[in-house]
């Protein structure tokens, strides 16, 4: 037997490339107020994790093609909608264009959202209106369409164990009182029990259904509070976990809810909210 060669050239190690995980390749997804905050990190998780996307918008189409560039890029599709959720007859346009274009749907974030706050008594009728019309107006018309889809096609196995999922984009503000917000506060708690409620009647059709409730994240609609030193420091007294939160936290935890790994969570809020929900000011009183 020939002797062992010794040698103290270190052998090269090739690593094997991390496998990018993607546990929504082959579904089409729908964000509305998909062009920015919340709704954009929320489509570019749902294209990093292999959905092709539709990124609806409201205005700003130029922000919404920025989205879908950046979904291409992780080498998912994506397309464009502008549509106003709260209009019936854009809703329907909206899906059937996406049914004409990508054949179905598979997911549904119903992301779009806005917020028009006044004291109550100076609130007006058409800020009250504004809010809950695109909040839960809008919510419930992409459901009903979604469903309807759902219904129709069923499960298809290769694709995923569920007939569909439908992601609502709610708020803390669902269990949060909030003054000077009565509008935007009443939005999310209907969201919670809409949700529900499609929850108990979707179930036997295998369509899953549940929210997000989002804290404080850092985008435009809550620019004044976090984009100055002192309003940082306000803001994270009511966030237990010390910082404010990102987007992309938002994102991972959509893809979670619309993939087959959260297949038996039905019917539930997911509060992504470092804590904001914990009554923090009960940390050291009462
Ligand atoms: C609101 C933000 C607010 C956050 C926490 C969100 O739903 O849109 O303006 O900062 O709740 O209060």
């Not at 729908?30 to 062009?35: E, F, I, R, S």
């Not at 920025?66 to 854009?90: F, M, P, T, W, Y």
């Not at 969201?191 to 036997?204: D, G, S, W």
Request: hydrophobic content about 45%; some cysteine; charged content about 20%.
């Amino acid at each position: 037997m020939p002797a062992a060669i010794l040698t103290t050239q270190t052998p090269e190690i090739t690593l094997a490339p991390t496998p990018v995980r993607k546990p929504l390749k082959g579904q089409k997804a729908l964000v509305t107020g998909g062009d920015s905050g919340i709704g954009k990190g929320i489509a570019l998780a749902l294209g990093a994790a292999g959905a092709d996307v539709v990124v609806n918008y409201h205005s700003d189409a130029a922000a919404a093609n920025n989205v879908a560039d950046a979904i291409a890029q992780l080498g998912s599709r994506a397309l464009v909608h502008q549509a106003d959720v709260s209009q019936e007859e854009q809703v329907l346009e909206m899906f059937q264009q996406m049914f004409d274009e990508l054949g179905t749907i598979d997911i549904l974030v119903a992301n779009a959202g806005l917020q028009k706050d006044a004291p109550l008594t100076e609130m007006t009728l058409a800020q009250w209106n504004a809010v809950i019309s695109v909040n839960l107006t809008g919510q419930f018309l992409c459901c009903r369409e979604v469903v309807r889809e759902f219904k129709r096609r069923g499960v298809v196995k290769k694709v995923s164990c569920a007939a569909g999922k439908i992601v609502c984009v709610s708020s803390v503000h669902e269990v949060i009182p909030w003054a000077g917000h009565v509008n935007y506060a009443a939005s999310k708690g209907g969201i919670n029990m809409m949700m529900k409620t499609i929850a108990q009647e979707v179930a036997p059709h295998r369509i899953r259904i549940n929210s997000i409730a989002p804290g404080a994240i850092r985008t435009p609609i809550n620019r004044a509070a976090w984009d100055t030193p002192e309003a940082m420091h306000d803001l994270l007294t009511l966030i237990p976990y010390g910082r404010i939160g990102e987007p992309s936290d938002i994102g991972r935890a959509a893809a979670w809810l619309a993939s087959d790994d959260s297949d038996y969570v039905h019917g539930t809020t997911l509060f992504v909210d470092g804590g904001m929900t914990l009554y923090p000011g009960f940390a050291d009183g009462g």
